[in-house]
């Protein structure tokens, strides 16, 4: 496979002499490298073969905690928990430098693209998910004097076992002053609220002929202050309505733009694919749709795209957001992670909901599809 650029960490992968002038986010193989390569791991520390942990309901397991400087290369992880929905309930938070607010904060399962609660396998340049359960990152996440990963079991049962493994390395010298810090943040709203359910199919004037110029009602994925550049999303549907659920337009607003500064054509337009995705699952290394159901209420779809190509910079503010149907009137559920790069501090994410109403569920929302009428907002809204 090709390696990709991803311009925007050259100067922290590219820092000292152990890297390439202009190299990738991967080190030159043909230079001998002066890192110092270390490895987190669950391993049995009798030196057995109990090499995992048990994580009791409530109880949070520390899973890395070193010292800097250093670069986060790979981290790895899988887990036996019975409990129904466990991805949805184990938490995943990263913290850089000693800060307060994580600059990771989502569910384990959607920070791998699986936002609908259980295991499928896929596979993109920085994250996937192999047979079986195996759970791969491969962002690259520097850090200039501290990195604590943690993961916090919020369920009603005990996590049987969770293995880890992070790579990571340190380096004798700093990172440059302009390297920016990871960040992932998860949003959901189950359901989005559509503005109407008198629409009858995806044609009908009522939706197709509304506008929507400056983004009222969009599903927001990230809101952030500060400079840096955004580099992707997952994102999970739950539709609670017939048809299909992807006319809406993904918006990208830069530097407190009014206007969208980036407008799209449609939801499988953003994410790479074309006409529903034919129906048909495709995982690809930037862009893909790994599930792909039918264009009824019930159905389950994911897709993902990274930005590894073209980041997009923003120098005070960003905000990536889709609409959910024509001009926002459509109400499935939306669930995602959005992954970005910028320099810290970085705004608080919103809160996380209750595990309770991160678990995927129909809501009533009328419309096609759905008998019942909108009565107001729902759970995670």
Sequence with gaps: MKRLAIFFLLAACAAGPGFAQNASWQPDVTRQQTYTPHRASSTDPKGANADFRVVAPGATLTVLDVDGPGTISHIWFTIADAEPYNLKRIVLRMYWDGEKDPSVETPIGDFFGLGLGYYYNWHSEML?????????????????????????????????????????????????????????????????????????????????????????????????????????????????????????????????????????????????????????????PLYGAPVVGKELAGSRSSVYRFHLDSPIPFTKSFKAAIEHGSANDRSDNFYSVTYWYQAEPHSPFPPLPPVEQRLPALQSVGGPGNASPIVGPGPGK
């Design 128 to 284: 996937s998910v192999g047979s079986v359960k195996a759970l791969n990152c491969f962002f690259p996440m520097p850090f200039r004097r501290h990195a604590r990963i943690t993961i916090t079991n919020e369920g009603k049962q005990p996590i049987a076992a969770f293995y880890y493994n992070i790579d990571y390395r340190t380096y004798s010298h700093p990172l440059p002053p302009d390297t920016l810090y990871f960040h992932a943040e998860y949003r959901q709203a189950q359901p989005n609220r559509g503005w109407t359910d008198k629409w009858t199919n995806n044609q009908d004037p009522l939706v197709n002929d509304k506008a929507n110029l400056y983004g009222e009602g969009n599903y927001v994925w990230m809101d952030a202050k500060g400079h840096g550049q955004y580099v992707g999303v997952t994102m999970s549907v739950l539709q609670n309505q017939d048809f299909w659920w992807g006319e809406g337009d993904d918006m990208f607003f830069i530097d407190g733009a009014k206007e969208p500064s980036i407008a799209g054509t449609g939801s499988e337009d953003y994410f790479l694919g074309a006409w529903d995705f034919g129906g048909k699952p495709f995982s690809y």
